[in-house]
Structure formats: C-alpha cells, structure tokens
C-alpha cells in the first residue's frame, strides 16, 4: 500500500502512523497489505460455503461455474449472502438494544447498584406513546411497564413492531404490499437465517425483500429501542462541547479509552471516574486525574451525554494505544481489533474485555454484569490507576491535535432548538426547505475502511453538501471523522457552508453538522424524517422528502443494515465502495434500480466523494421539483481552488480503492 493511499487529511492519523511503520508496529494497513490482491470472488459475493457440498464459487467471466453444487446461480448466492450480512449487521444492534432494555428493567425493578431513570421526559412521553398510564404511578412504575413492552418487542410472534406505527402511513402501506413490515426483531432474523440455509429460499428478489424486513426490524425495532431506552436510563442528550481527537490523551493523568458500543458499562465508568476514592488513588500513584476519552461509537454515546472527549474514530483504535499513553483500553462489543491484544504487548497498556459475548485472546477479561456495574466500573479504573506508573515516558507520543465540536442534538432537540423552548416545532426547518434557502437534509455515517484514507472522504463529501446548503446530520465514525475536520462547531457554518445554510445555522446557533450520536442512534434520522413529514408541505412518505444518505467509507455488516432499512424506508442512499453483490448482475439492477417501485427509493455506488455528493444533491432536486418547490435560494459559487483540492484527493481515493486513478 503506497503513502499516498493511506495518507489521511488527519494530521494525528498521520503522525502516528508513521511511527508505528518506523517503529515496526504492525497495524490494519500493514495487514491489508499483507493480504493483497483480496478475493475478488468475495469481492463480487459470489463465493458460497453454505453448505459442505460446498464451497462453491461462480465464474465471473462465464468461462467455468455457473452454478453451485446445488444449482444455486450467482443471483440466489449473491442474494443470500447480502441477507447474511444483514441479519448479523441488525443481531447486532438489536443485541445492543435488549442490553440497555434489561438494564432500564433492572433500575426499575431497584436491583442496580447505579442506573436511575434519568430521561423523565422522554419516559413520560413514550409512556404516552405507547398507552402505559401514568397517573399516580411512580417512573420507576412506569418504566417496568415500557422495559417489560419493549423486550416483547424482541419475541413478538403476532403482528408488526410497534414502532412502524411513527412511520408515515405511505410508508407503512410500501411495506405492507410487498411483505416488508417487520414482525419481532428476533423473528425476522431467525427466519431471514434460516431462509439462506441451503434448500430453502431461492428467488433472489424474494431474497432481498427480506434483507428488507430484516433491516427494517433493525431501524424500526432494536436501533430504535436502543436509542429511546438509553434516552430514558442515562438521560436525554442535549448540544454540548468537547473535544476530539488523539491530542485529547494526557500525559500526566490516567487515560482511559472505553472502545465499543454498549453505553451500559461506558455511562457507569463516567460516574466512577470521579469517585473521590479513586481519584485520591490516582494521585497516590504521580496522575494528576483520571482523563476519561472513547473510541468509535460507546465514544459517542458518552459524548452525547456527558461530553467525553472522543480520541478517534475505527481506524484510530490501534493508533491510541501507539501513542503510548492509553493505561487502559476498556472493549466491549462491536468494531473492536482483535490486533488490540497483541498490540498492547509493545506498551504498558492493558486491554481489558469486558462483554459475556465477546472475549479476546490476551486480554483481561473483567465481565460486566448490569447488577454490579458501578462495582466492576471501579475495578477496571482501579487497574488503569495501577498500570500509569508503568508507563514508558520514552514511548509516549501524543500528537497535539485536537479540534472543538458540539454534539448531542436528538429529534426531540431539533424540535426544541427550532421552534424554541415552549412551541417545540419542526415548522422552521420545513420552511427553510420549502422556500430554498435549506436545499434538503442528509445523513452521512459509516466507518473508515483501511482502503480509503482515513476520513477524506467523509469530509470531503460532508463539506461539498454544505456548500451547497444541505444540511447534515451524522453518527458514527463519520461524525467523528468530521468533527476533527472541525465540521461540527457552529463557526463551521461561516467557513464552508452555503450562504442560505449559514443563515439558518446563524439564526439558531447551530453547526451546518449535526451529530445525532453512535449507531443505534441512525433511528433518530428515522424519527426526524418522520416529524419533517407530520410537518407538512415538503411529503407525505419519506420517498417525497428532499434528503438522502451517505456512508462513504463503510466496511461493517452493521452499515448493510443501516443502508438497507433506510432504502427500504424510502431514502435514496449512496456508498463509498459497492456492496458485494455485482458477480450477480441482476441483484445489482433490483438494489439501484428495481427498489425505487417498491420502496421509493434505490442504492448507489460511489467512491468519489465529490460525485458521491453530486448524486445526492441531484436527489434532493429531484425531490424539490417533484414536490413543485422552488430551486436553491442562492446559487453555489463554483470554487475552482476547493475542486482543485478535491480532484487531488479524490484521485488517492480511487486508487485506495482500484478504481482508477
Ligand atoms: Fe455450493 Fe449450493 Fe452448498 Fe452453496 S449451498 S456451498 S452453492 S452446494
Ligand atoms: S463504530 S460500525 S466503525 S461507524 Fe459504530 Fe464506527 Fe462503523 Fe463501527
């Protein structure tokens, strides 16, 4: 891999990379290197081992293989290994969300060392919602009722998710012609499951559909409980500032990275950070404090809430630790290297696991049990505490790189923010759309992906939109990737976005980017989408909506889920490298084409950022024009030095990826 395809626009990615390659230090762009060329039958998803007749693999070229052992084309193989990746990308978020559920129970029911309610609001509001009575009724009352109705949720045998009932009634109605609306989480995954086992579902675009139920039972169901329960446990978010990337470490304090996804165990070690005890212990030991900071989207969860800063994104969880400052590395589920034990070994740091579900090899295993949490926070902070006299002052390199941000704006906050504190609306946001002056909202989330060069394009593509006065919305990796480009303070406004952006981000005090939290939090776009509709004049369904999204560097199975539920909710959606589906021509038509009659809405595959904005801008138009809205209110400058800039990084992304130069 050259220089030039890793080289990042983050200066602290950068830095530290180049030691780790001086150094020796082996990390993921070494191994992808190591593993090259990649399968291009893997690439293509045309390789199948569903059975042990098998492995099979089709003939791209139409030379050799046309089929399976079985028969199956590469259409049903394709097909069936999407659904795959789907049911493990939504198991995976809905696991997410029945923690938190059994959480929210356990504080109910009084049995927690540590979790309250701390979300009345949101508490009461669902209560009202979802029919559970609250007079007379103490919120812990009430919460066992809504913990005790979501996690029927999960099992729910008869009838359709709750939650489809916030979904516009087109929407419910696409879903329902085509057999899409999803019954319980847990049901659509095992039936989706078992529909890839060899011998029984074969019909590639029945196939699909069910990637489409059972990404829709990840959006609507588990992604979403997620979202509203931690809302009501650890409290509502609201616009806060902090502080991002690798500059963020200290190098006279205890760093602790908490690295994940589950915000049961990240929130209670927010708490335990400053528990007098264990911070008399850190100075016993030389640390001036306990500095607390995150990686990846439990980073973002405690962001949203309590304003830790976050060290990086994916790619920057190898990275922290070479900077030879991380005490403690805390893991629990989720985009989490297993490289990370083995790398701990050329520092002090220990990498401590922390999930029944997932354990590393070289790793302390310290399991997390909801009843004891605050106990076993101490403990692992207790360790940290233990290990900073261990620290190699030689070794230590943090990069003086960090950047402002302001994160925490939920739908419920944009309701707030816009229509203000005692008429709560999303009334102006649909004016703006409506007269021109906002051309339309999009989200942009995902990973990074060692073939891309961290970041670029997810700032690239964030930065064109708002010149061209979409406004943005983000979770994930690439509001992390973003907020270090300093996209997410409201100064951003001035600097990169749009005239009539700048306007409506000057009258209300916000960035043009607005982070909306981790992954399970991509529901909170869902739910935003949903009051843009009830608002009126700008569509009756999401498909109608001029707003699109965007996962430029993606590389999870979680980022299928996300970009299939969202499609099939009716939002175009555009991503950085293909999904593995072109050795099945016909799949690929059905997913950018096809999927607009049945949903309203279709896939696209760009790698090039600045082409990958234009597809969603051209959306947004599109939309605006259906909807008989009038153009852009002002006209976007063409910025002959910034396309400059942009062809020049375009032209490693490209290459990163094989695509041409
Ligand atoms: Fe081969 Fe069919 Fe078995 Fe897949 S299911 S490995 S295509 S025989
Ligand atoms: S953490 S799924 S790398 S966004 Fe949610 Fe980041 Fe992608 Fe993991």
């Known amino acids: 891999m050259t220089e030039r395809q890793w080289r990042s626009i983050d200066i602290a990615t950068n830095e530290i990379r180049e030691y780790t390659k001086k150094a020796g230090i082996e990390t993921a762009w070494d191994r992808l290197e190591a593993q090259e060329p990649q399968c291009g039958f893997g690439k293509l998803g045309i390789c199948c081992r569903n059975c042990l007749m098998g492995p099979c693999r089709i003939d791209p070229f139409g030379d050799g293989a046309r089929e399976g052992i079985c028969g199956a084309t590469a259409d049903t193989i394709v097909a069936r290994n999407l659904l795959k990746h789907i049911c493990a990308g939504s198991a995976a978020h809905s696991d997410h969300g029945r923690e938190v559920v059994h959480a929210l129970l356990l504080a109910a029911e009084g049995k927690s060392d540590v979790y309250k309610i701390r979300g009345r609001e949101k508490l009461h509001a669902l209560a009202d919602e979802f029919g559970i009575p609250r007079d007379g009724r103490s919120d812990e009352a009430i919460?066992?009722?809504?913990?005790?109705?979501f996690l029927a949720e999960f099992g729910r045998q008869e009838g359709t998710l709750l939650n489809l009932a916030r979904a516009p009634e087109q929407q419910r109605k696409n879903w329902e012609a085509v057999g899409a609306s999803p019954r319980g989480i847990d049901r659509e995954i095992v039936t989706a499951l078992h529909s890839t086992t060899v011998g029984v579902d074969n019909d590639p675009e029945h196939i699909i559909m069910t990637c489409a139920r059972a990404a829709l039972a990840d959006g609507w169901g588990g992604s979403m409980i997620a979202s509203d329960v931690s809302d009501v446990l650890?409290?509502?978010?609201?616009?806060?500032?902090?502080?991002?990337?690798?500059?963020?470490?200290?190098?006279?304090?205890?760093?602790?990275?908490?690295?994940?996804?589950?915000?049961?165990?990240?929130?209670?070690?927010?708490?335990?950070?400053?528990?007098?005890?264990?911070?008399?212990?850190?100075?016993?030991?030389?640390?001036?404090?306990?500095?607390?900071?995150?990686?990846?989207?439990?980073?973002?969860?405690?962001?949203?809430?309590?304003?830790?800063?976050?060290?990086?994104?994916?790619?920057?969880?190898?990275?922290?630790?070479?900077?030879?400052?991380?005490?403690?590395?805390?893991?629990?589920?989720?985009?989490?290297?297993?490289?990370?034990?083995?790398?701990?070994?050329?520092?002090?740091?220990?990498?401590?696991?922390?999930?029944?579900?997932?354990?590393?090899?070289?790793?302390?295993?310290?399991?997390?049990h909801e009843?004891?949490?605050?106990?076993?926070?101490?403990?692992?902070?207790?360790?940290?505490?233990?290990?900073?006299?261990?620290?190699?002052?030689?070794?230590?390199?943090?990069?003086?790189?960090?950047?402002?941000?302001?994160?925490?704006?939920?739908?419920?906050?944009?309701?707030?923010?816009?229509?203000?504190?005692?008429?709560?609306?999303?009334?102006?946001?649909?004016?703006?759309?409506?007269?021109?002056?906002?051309?339309?909202?999009?989200?942009?989330?995902?990973?990074?992906?060692?073939?891309?060069?961290?970041?670029n394009c997810h700032v690239e593509l964030v930065k064109e939109l708002i010149?061209?006065?979409?406004?943005?919305?983000?979770?994930?990796?690439?509001?992390?990737?973003?907020?270090?480009?300093?996209?997410?303070?409201?100064?951003?406004?001035?600097?990169?976005?749009?005239?009539?952006?700048?306007?409506?981000?000057?009258?209300?005090?916000?960035?043009?980017?607005?982070?909306?939290?981790?992954?399970?939090?991509?529901?909170?776009?869902?739910?935003?989408?949903?009051?843009?509709?009830?608002?009126?004049?700008?569509?009756?369904?999401?498909?109608?909506?001029?707003?699109?999204?965007?996962?430029?560097?993606?590389?999870?199975?979680?980022?299928?889920?996300?970009?299939?539920?969202?499609v099939a909710s009716g939002i175009f959606v555009v991503i950085g490298q293909p999904l593995p589906v072109q050795g099945s021509p016909m799949v690929t038509e059905f997913l950018t084409k096809t999927m607009e009659k049945h949903f309203g809405a279709t896939w696209a595959f760009e790698a090039d950022p600045i082409k990958a904005a234009h597809l969603m801008i051209d959306h947004i138009d599109l939309k605006r024009r259906e909807l008989g809205l009038p153009g852009p209110m002002y006209d976007v400058p063409y910025a002959p030095k910034t396309v400059d800039q942009e062809s020049a990084a375009r032209s490693v992304v490209l290459e990163a990826v094989g695509a041409g130069s």
């Not at 919460?143 to 005790?148: E, H, I, V």
């Not at 602790?256 to 212990?281: C, F, K, M, R």
């Open 143 to 149: 919460a066992k009722d809504l913990g005790a109705l």
């Open 234 to 368: 650890f409290g509502e978010p609201h616009p806060l500032r902090s502080r991002v990337n690798l500059g963020v470490l200290k190098e006279d304090e205890v760093n602790i990275l908490v690295h994940g996804h589950e915000p049961t165990l990240s929130d209670v070690i927010v708490a335990a950070a400053s528990d007098p005890e264990l911070l008399a212990l850190a100075r016993s030991k030389g640390a001036k404090g306990i500095n607390l900071a995150g990686i990846c989207c439990t980073a973002n969860e405690i962001l949203m809430r309590h304003g830790v800063p976050i060290a990086g994104n994916f790619l920057q969880q190898e990275l922290a630790v070479a900077t030879g400052a991380v005490d403690v590395m805390l893991i629990d589920v989720q985009c989490v290297f297993p490289a990370l034990a083995e790398l701990q070994n050329c520092f002090h740091t220990k990498v401590v696991s922390t999930s029944p579900k997932a354990k590393f090899p070289g790793a302390v295993h310290i399991e997390f």
């Open 371 to 455: 009843d004891a949490a605050y106990e076993t926070a101490k403990e692992i902070i207790r360790l940290a505490i233990e290990n900073y006299p261990n620290r190699d002052r030689a070794k230590v390199k943090i990069p003086r790189v960090e950047e402002k941000l302001v994160a925490g704006f939920t739908t419920e906050v944009v309701h707030k923010i816009l229509g203000g504190r005692y008429r709560p609306s999303y009334r102006p946001l649909n004016d703006g759309i409506q007269s021109g002056r906002l051309r339309g909202v999009a989200g942009v989330v995902g990973c990074n992906n060692p073939r891309f060069p961290v970041d």
């Open 467 to 566: 010149r061209n006065d979409v406004l943005v919305v983000q979770t994930g990796c690439s509001a992390i990737a973003c907020s270090k480009a300093g996209l997410l303070t409201p100064e951003a406004a001035s600097k990169f976005a749009g005239k009539g952006l700048q306007e409506i981000c000057r009258a209300v005090g916000i960035p043009p980017v607005l982070h909306v939290g981790s992954c399970v939090d991509n529901s909170r776009i869902l739910t935003a989408c949903a009051e843009m509709v009830k608002e009126g004049g700008i569509g009756t369904s999401f498909d109608k909506l001029p707003v699109a999204g965007a996962a430029p560097e993606w590389m999870s199975e979680k980022a299928i889920a996300i970009g299939m539920y969202f």
